[in-house]
């Protein structure tokens, strides 16, 4: 696969212990976020897929949605996190730049702040169909790091 | 492999696809059940399990499957063409205006609704009505159903079988365009290349003639997603080993299976009802300006769906689920389901362009039964990925660039329109060039843009 960073995280989110980035797919664009826990990956994850849309810097984080979501494994759980946010982010007008995730037991809390879409000041590119279960992984790395991707159909 | 993979491309075609194209083409004539071979398009391309530009038939009473992945997220994805009474001057003489018109006109881009908001009962019955119940409610009229693959309602949806997130998320997109790829565009015929043909359809020299692509929106990218997830869960249980999670599917004739058919037959109705809901909009912006305009639907063919159809196999008609992701069904001459007006040239095949490029009008082949299910390309292809596109140009600039050259853009967002520049897909020329050398389908009608409208 041919992957490069394209859009990242500065090293401000680095610095924070976790960062993220997009990376390339033939039609469409890969998320992948990284950090010392799997609820961190996640979240950075949650960062990356805004990114698809506008800069998560424009997005103030003023209104928050509750998401809880379950699944069999850990990559299965990327796709749902993922895809509730995708479906609050359709229905409610919303984009997210703030994320708190918990993790237990293959069950996910979470909560996930951001504002409605203002097409002048996000200059939205894209809407996200859904997190897709290709490239879809969520693995330890030798150093430690957590690392949670799929790729996004836009 | 159960049945070769087999690719339609020339050389440089194939050089320009990606190895998942060729990995995932694989996997695909690896599932239960399927007949014949795997194909992918001229245009392949890299897709979720299926390669987009992908077609694979399966037989129910062969332990065949359907796959939420080769039908993919934006289920019934398609493309309309109407044809008018206008020619490109008559367009040129008001195109800034309604180049205006249609982009206020027409709902696009992130965070856009529709003016309609449906009830419960309202969504069944669009849901199981498509594009016939969109004209009972005053859109469009019952002379346009006549074009429509399967006369505008697919027979089978089951909105039971949708989450109560797919019925949300639809709640206030009917009639909107999406954004990415999606566009409604005028265009002109720059170039007759089947003369009879052309004159079945109706595409004269000149004309001026209006493309609309887009889907099932938030409808259908929720049922992808929940059944993407749930056939994945219920794999093991039906002895499934996937190679590939996003190849995720069911027994056709397995309750998941079945629910699965229900619900992507209602998101293809959705798909028809709002294609036909935009076509109205679309009429209304154009006549405000030009006020006798006449925009005749020439056909509707959607090309990211799973359809039961009959095939000669060996000799022997057999009832087949045919996937198409990302490729457009292209029946030949006299076939019984071709509008009787246009049944004699093919089933018209429509092949949009990228912004700012050529779009085509195919006609079926009799060949194509044999070498594809008679399935056809459905596009250019992207060549570049997003990001790389939106590194390489600048939104405005595209837009003034194509101006300059006659094409008015119209979006919300700058950076979609970077991420989509024309150059960032593969030349649809030489797609549908080698889709007619290979004898999926003949060219009749080379389209050039005017106007675009895009998310």
Known sequence: MSQGRARSAGPAAAGGGGDWEHFAHGADIGVRGRGQTVAQAFEQAAEALTAVVTDPSRVRPLVAVPIHCRAPDLELLLYEWLNNLVFHMATQHLLFSAFKVTIVDGELDAEARGEHVDVERHAPAVEVKGATLTELLVRQGPDGCWRAQCIVDV | ?455
Not at chain 2, 80 to 99: F, H, K, Y
Not at chain 2, 295 to 317: F, M, P, Q, T
């Open chain 2, 1 to 455: 492999m159960r049945v070769p993979a087999v690719f339609y491309a020339d050389e440089a075609l194939l050089a320009d696809m990606d190895d998942k194209v060729r990995e995932q083409l694989c996997n695909v004539a690896s599932l239960p059940g399927i007949v014949g071979a795997a194909y992918a398009m001229p245009d392949a391309h890299w897709g979720y399990g299926f390669p987009i530009g992908g077609v694979a038939a399966f037989d129910a009473e062969q332990g065949g499957v359907v796959s939420a992945g080769g039908v993919g997220f934006d289920i019934s994805c398609g493309v309309r063409t109407l044809v008018s009474n206008l020619t490109r001057a008559d367009i040129v003489a008001v195109q800034e205006r309604l180049a205006h018109e249609l982009s206020r006109a027409i709902p696009a881009g992130v965070g856009s609704t529709g003016r309609l908001r449906l009830s419960d009962h309202e969504m069944d019955a669009m849901l199981t009505g498509g594009a016939r119940w969109a004209v009972a409610r005053g859109y469009g009229s019952s002379e346009d159903l006549e074009h429509i693959e399967e006369g505008g309602c697919i027979a089978g949806a089951d909105p039971a079988a949708l989450s109560h997130r797919a019925r949300e998320r639809q709640r206030e997109e009917m009639g909107t365009l999406g954004s990415g790829n999606h566009y409604l565009e005028v265009q002109w015929v720059a170039e007759v290349l089947d003369a009879a043909a052309a004159a079945a359809f109706g595409l004269r020299a000149d004309a001026a003639v209006v493309s609309i692509h887009c889907g099932s929106r938030g409808l259908g990218h929720q049922v992808g997603t929940d059944y993407l997830r749930d056939m994945v869960v219920a794999a093991p249980s039906f002895g499934l080993r996937l190679p590939d999670r996003e190849l995720a599917c069911a027994p056709i004739l397995s309750d998941l299976g079945q629910r699965y058919l229900g619900a992507m037959r209602a998101a293809m109705n959705c798909a028809l009802a709002n294609r036909q809901i935009l076509t109205h909009l679309c009429r209304e912006a154009f006549r405000s300006i030009l006020p006798g305009f006449d925009g005749r639907l020439l056909y509707d063919v959607s090309h990211n769906i799973c359809k039961e159809e009959w095939h000669a196999v060996d000799g022997r008609e057999r009832r087949l689920h045919v996937h198409r992701k990302g490729a457009t069904r292209a029946f030949g001459p006299d076939h019984a389901v071709v509008p009787a007006s246009l049944r004699s040239h093919g089933q018209p095949v429509l092949i949009g362009g990228s912004m700012g490029t050529a779009s085509y009008v195919l006609a079926g082949c009799t060949t194509g039964e044999a070498l594809a299910w008679s399935s056809a390309c459905h596009g250019a292809g992207r060549s570049m990925s997003r990001n790389q596109a939106s590194r390489q140009w600048h939104g405005r600039q595209l837009v003034d660039d194509l101006a300059a050259r006659g094409i008015l853009i119209r979006s919300p967002s700058l950076r979609g329109v970077a991420e989509e520049a024309p150059g960032a897909y593969k030349s649809v020329e030489r797609v549908v060039d080698v889709a007619e050398r290979a004898g999926l389908a003949r060219k009749v009608a080379r389209l050039e843009p005017l106007v675009c409208v895009k998310g």
